[in-house]
């Protein structure tokens, strides 16, 4: 374990889904499956509590009752042919009844736990109100036929836009994490490529439904279980308000988004924005609704980190976006949690690893939000005949460092880093020790 001298030293508190206080980290999937709790949208607020569990539960039940009678009665999809022979009207009613959306059953006597989730996703869209979120629904279903989602996974997607799309780790609340990289269409080979006609437009629409099933395969639709999801969209080096094609076909997805899977996003962050992108940040909330427009949460370049941070744990927050982790990481898993240690304006902090027992590798993690500080490693051995060894000595640090030594002698890891701005800096840092061979030296 790091030992410190300052008593700012704190371990960091989101281990286990929990805010620094010990409370539970909020999380607004309760809300979508627990009906008995209150949602935040204003306009319920006219209600008591007592009348509102009452509404929720009573849409619910008669949602539940109205959808059954569509599959029963062969009508949720629209009325069958009138010359279809009785051998194909019986198997188009047992495929009805079989029926599921995101995998989960829609016929509610199946018993299935996750089709009152799914339900309620919208009856919530809707202000829980049937009529409308039984339309919603049968225009949802109706649009995944005649765009064919069914077999959007098994699809080859674009070679050029693999490194558009990050989909590892999550949030704090368990919310699968999508990251999409517009920075990579400065290339403007590329972006002609991708957005060069209508139809490569169409195909790129595609490619992002695509990936939004992807995502949806890593949810739970089950009573505890995260169903929704967080977009993280990163602006930076991206080519501007030129991109006239990717704002068009962003616009379209986002009413896909609305219309057709509600409250499957649980927040759209979108980081590193620059001046230009506000202004066409308001023509799209003209056309989205109320609900849509408070899941969008915005951070300029020197906030992106602090941002992110919130939300995603450090651990889970790769290191391009001021993160622990990595790809491929041989070294630190997401449960190899970070603390964390504030440093005070003009003023240095020393982080310690001691080690006790010679023969093992000490590795370590550590990141600065905000970065420009000045930071040193060293190596102290516990023996006083014994010299000192500098690691390593930046003047100013400006990405997260990962380093090893392997230690020959007790003594102590010692991390320095010296804050020189006028504001605090937050530091975030792990270590382990890891049992090395012992290392020989062969003269000739």
Not at 89 to 95: G, L, P, S, T, V
Not at 158 to 175: P, T, Y
């Amino acid at each position: 374990m790091a030992e410190e001298n300052d008593t700012s030293h704190r371990k960091n508190g989101n281990e286990n889904g929990k805010s620094n206080n010990g409370n539970e980290v909020e999380d607004n999937e309760s809300e979508i499956t627990n009906i008995d709790q209150e949602s935040e949208l204003e306009g319920e607020n006219t209600y008591s509590s007592v009348e509102m569990k009452h509404k929720k539960k009573k849409a619910l039940l008669e949602f539940r009752c109205r959808v059954e009678n569509a599959i029963l009665g062969s009508y949720l999809l629209g009325k069958p042919p009138k010359n279809l022979s009785p051998f194909k009207n019986k198997r188009a009613r047992e495929q009805l009844r079989d029926i599921t959306l995101w995998g989960v059953p829609l016929l509610p006597s199946k018993g299935h736990e996750g089709t009152d989730i799914v339900l309620l996703k919208f009856l919530k869209a809707k202000d829980f109100k049937v009529h409308e979120a039984f339309g919603m629904l049968w225009k949802t279903l109706k649009w995944r036929r005649e765009y064919k989602t069914e077999g959007i996974l098994d699809e080859k997607s674009d070679s050029d836009l693999e490194n558009l799309v990050c989909l590892i780790s999550r949030d704090k609340g368990g919310h699968p994490l999508c990251f999409l990289n517009y920075g990579l269409f400065k290339d403007k080979e590329l972006y002609k490529k991708v957005f060069g006609s209508e139809e490569k437009c169409d195909k790129f629409l595609r490619w992002k439904v695509q990936n939004m099933e992807k995502v949806i395969k890593k949810l739970r639709f089950k009573n505890g279980g995260v169903d929704s999801i967080v977009q993280i969209i990163d602006l930076k080096n991206s080519p501007g308000p030129a991109m006239k094609e990717l704002h068009s076909v962003s616009k379209k997805f986002m009413l896909l988004l609305q219309d057709y899977y509600p409250e499957l996003i649980h927040k759209i962050v979108v980081i590193n924005v620059p001046l230009w992108y506000y202004a066409s940040h308001v023509l799209l909330l003209r056309v989205i609704n109320l609900r849509t427009k408070r899941k969008f949460v915005f951070a300029r370049p020197s906030k992106a980190t602090k941002i992110l941070l919130k939300i995603i744990a450090p651990e889970n927050l790769p290191v391009e976006y001021g993160g622990l982790k990595r790809e491929n990481d041989d070294d630190f898993t997401s449960a190899d949690n970070a603390s964390e240690h504030t440093i005070r304006a003009n003023s240095a902090a020393h982080i310690e690893f001691p080690v006790t027992e010679a023969g093992v590798t000490m590795v370590w993690d550590l990141t600065v939000v905000g970065w420009d500080v000045s930071y040193k490693e060293e190596f102290i051995p516990d023996d006083e005949g014994s010299y000192k060894i500098l690691l390593q000595n930046q003047k100013i640090m400006g990405e997260c460092v990962r380093n090893s030594f392997y230690i020959s002698e007790p003594g102590r890891i010692v991390l320095t880093i010296d804050n020189g701005a006028l504001k605090k800096k937050r530091v975030l840092y792990r270590s382990k020790a890891k049992p090395t061979d012992p290392m020989y030296i062969f003269l000739k």
